[in-house]
């Protein structure tokens, strides 16, 4: 590297052509593994550390335990098999205590990388021990003594690497960089500014070289953190610049109210009382909608903790003002249900009630007034239409539906929506309100990461009268027994839902399809009547299926997740999982919510024959806990964010460092930092008021 060369960029900037021994081959493999600048390469992390000041002889080695062994090699050799269809290198290695066979299978570019009488270091599992030897171990060349201080006697960092790329070679690299030019890296954070549990912390230099050549194990994680840290906080960074854009050119709509004109019988109406919680985040969402700037606010509760009440009343405080709502619900089912809903709830207050599907638009007089879809909108001149609730699903985003006077924007079930659709309906107003729900608890890590930007409610308790669901796990060959539990129900005058993966049976598949299974439930309950719904009905089918089994016309419904979110029939008291292991904690819990919610005590079967260690105790978590926060927890550790969130959810940063399951106190103290530093910032640069 030559510092004295003409480059106006940053040095962390420069292409890594500009470091000895890369040239546009090596840059291509580089490139390979995300490394195109020399700021990409001294944070490609290692993937683990070898502590090479200890190695183990040979004769010491045990089955099945990893071990690091250093010798010579004695003998190399390729044998093929089979017609040369198969083939195997081999490899034998003394250290003077015994000697050790190594094999790579269907491998056969390896011959001739390494010769007799190499010095090799190797890493692997012993798989048998008469005579000792090794498949696949990791091996790198020791080459004479210059440069062996970086690769040898230290905790030494095995890189990711790509074809054609050694270990030794990227580990001298990084090496060069960090010796042969003192770096001046950037560091978004004076240590000082630390709180004392957080001291341990190094710099950003100083994590970016125990990064790779630590002096002790601890630092590696010290350096992880750090440099975690540093990836939050730009994270929250640009969430905060975001709100802050936001609000200097957002004026909030007046939207708090007119002395509960409609809240007050609302409420005298509802035949409940609201719970304290409830009544905690109307306080919140009045405040906001009598603010400065547009409510963002994200409402989390638990399956049955009274969401929709909540945004009930939030919407009649943007009525009350003169203002309309929209509600966007994720399934046509949904939509319907809060449509009918909602028009039990506003009809006694005169307060109009819309619904958009892509099958129809119906209006405050509960009629067909124009016909719908996506594609087309008939549109009817007339007078000004009043304040009120707009329902409906992704076809309220058809550019030609209109909400005039747009205030509150709700969005039921979030999750099941990406951010452009939920910016597209914002835009139909001038920066309305927004309010999003969600009943799929969002762990603390995911919360603070993807809504960084938004206020946070939560709904943390149940309304009374709601009765725990007891959750049972069972094999197929106990559904003998589990159709017994279901009639027993049945003969109390309850309902029963059965819920399956999928639609049609796969031959790759042992996963149940509800069609087939639905004639094995109607012989399994008969004579009890049994409905069928999926997502390919058409939709009349659909609303007539559900209408049947809300009735009572149903007993039993064998339905794919489409009841997942929203579906209410208090009747349903016992739900049966057939293939539990395919789904999510997550999706699971909320299954298990549509049951239970009429005062009866509900029943939830998971009908499993997995025999993973992993999917047994995903479903355990489900049988010992009816927390959803709780459940959200084990989901993100099981899965993962990227399997638990699924594609909807594009708005992940790209973390190397940063772990979303275990990094929460980090996460937190980012944020905090970010609004001390913003605040702070605000503070100089505030016109002093005139004495």
């Not at 690091?68 to 195997?88: D, I, P």
Request: with cysteine; aromatic share 6%; net charge positive.
């Amino acid at each position: 590297m030559n510092p004295s060369r003409s480059d106006a960029r940053e040095p962390w900037d420069w292409p890594v052509t500009r470091l000895p021994g890369v040239g546009q081959e090596r840059a291509r493999l580089l490139a390979r593994l995300g490394i195109q600048t020399v700021e990409d390469l001294l944070l490609h992390r290692p993937r683990r550390y070898e502590d090479r000041r200890r190695f183990c002889r040979i004769a010491e080695l045990q089955p099945g335990e990893p071990a690091l062994v250093r010798g010579r090699v004695m003998a190399t050799g390729l044998r093929s098999f089979r017609g040369r269809s198969r083939c195997v290198y081999e490899l034998i290695l003394e250290d003077g205590s015994a000697r050790l066979h190594c094999r790579w299978w269907n491998m056969p570019f390896l011959e001739g990388r390494f010769s007799i009488g190499d010095e090799l270091v190797l890493y692997g599992k012993v798989r048998t021990i008469n005579p000792p030897t090794m498949d696949h171990p990791e091996a790198e060349l020791v080459e004479g003594v210059e440069e062996s201080f970086i690769h040898l006697d230290r905790l030494t960092p095995i890189y990711p690497l790509t074809e054609r790329l050694t270990q030794r070679w990227l580990r001298a690299r990084i090496w060069h960089v960090l010796n042969h030019w003192p770096p001046q890296w950037p560091d978004s954070l004076a240590h000082g500014r630390l709180p004392a549990n957080w001291q341990h912390l190094p710099t950003r230099a100083q994590a970016i070289r125990w990064l790779h050549f630590p002096d002790q194990i601890e630092q590696t994680e010290w350096a992880r953190q750090r440099l975690a840290l540093d990836e939050f906080l730009a994270w929250h960074q640009a969430l905060w610049e975001r709100r802050q854009r936001f609000q200097q050119v957002a004026i909030a709509l007046p939207c708090s109210g007119d002395h509960n004109r409609l809240i007050k019988p609302f409420l005298t109406h509802l035949g409940f009382t609201l719970t304290e919680a409830q009544t905690r985040v109307l306080r919140q969402i009045r405040a906001d909608l009598g603010g400065r700037w547009p409510m963002r606010r994200l409402l989390q509760g638990d399956v049955g903790s009274g969401k929709t009440v909540v945004a009930a009343c939030a919407a009649l405080m943007t009525i009350e003002s003169g203002y309309a709502t929209a509600l966007m619900a994720p399934t046509e089912i949904l939509a319907e249900q809060h449509y009918a809903q909602f028009r039990r709830w506003f009809d006694p207050l005169d307060v109009p009630v819309w619904l958009y599907t892509s099958r129809r638009k119906t209006g405050p007089a509960h009629r067909p007034v124009t016909a719908f879809t996506p594609e087309r909108t008939r549109r009817v001149a007339g007078p000004p239409v009043p304040a009120g609730l707009h329902v409906g699903t992704h076809a309220l985003l058809h550019e030609q539906v209109e909400i005039p006077r747009l205030g509150l924007v709700i969005i039921d079930e979030q999750h099941k929506f990406g951010v452009s659709q939920r910016e597209l309906l914002v835009r139909k107003g001038r920066f309305p309100h927004l309010l999003i729900m969600t009943a799929t608890p969002i762990p603390r890590t995911l919360g603070l990461t993807l809504y960084g930007d938004l206020d946070v409610s939560v709904l943390d308790d149940l309304p009374p009268g709601r009765k725990p669901v007891r959750t049972l796990v069972r094999s197929s060959a106990q559904l003998k027994e589990v159709w017994e539990m279901v009639r027993a129900e049945l003969t109390r005058g309850h309902q029963a839902y059965v819920v399956c993966p999928r639609i049609e049976e796969s031959n790759a598949s042992a996963v149940r399809a509800v069609r087939k299974e639905h004639a094995v439930v109607q012989t399994a309950l008969q004579p009890y009547p049994v409905g069928l719904l999926h997502g390919k009905l058409p939709a009349h089918e659909k609303d007539r299926v559900m209408e049947a089994f809300r009735s009572g016309a149903f007993a039993v419904l064998v339905s794919t997740p489409v009841i997942e979110v929203g579906v209410d029939v208090p009747r349903a008291t016992v739900m049966v999982i057939l293939n539990a292991e395919s789904f999510g904690l997550a999706q699971l819990h909320q299954l298990r919510g549509r049951i239970g919610r009429g005062g009866q005590p509900g029943l939830c079967i998971l009908v499993s024959d997995a025999s993973a260690p992993e999917a047994q105790n995903r479903l355990r978590v489900l049988e010992e806990s009816a927390d959803g926060f709780a459940i959200a927890e084990a989901d993100l550790r099981l899965r993962g964010p990227g399997e638990l969130l699924g594609q909807q959810q594009s708005g992940l940063p790209r973390l190397r460092f940063g772990d979303l399951i275990r990094d929460l106190p980090l996460i937190e103290l980012a944020k905090r930092l970010v609004r001390e530093t913003q605040s702070a910032s605000l503070q100089r640069t505030r016109p002093e008021r005139p004495k």
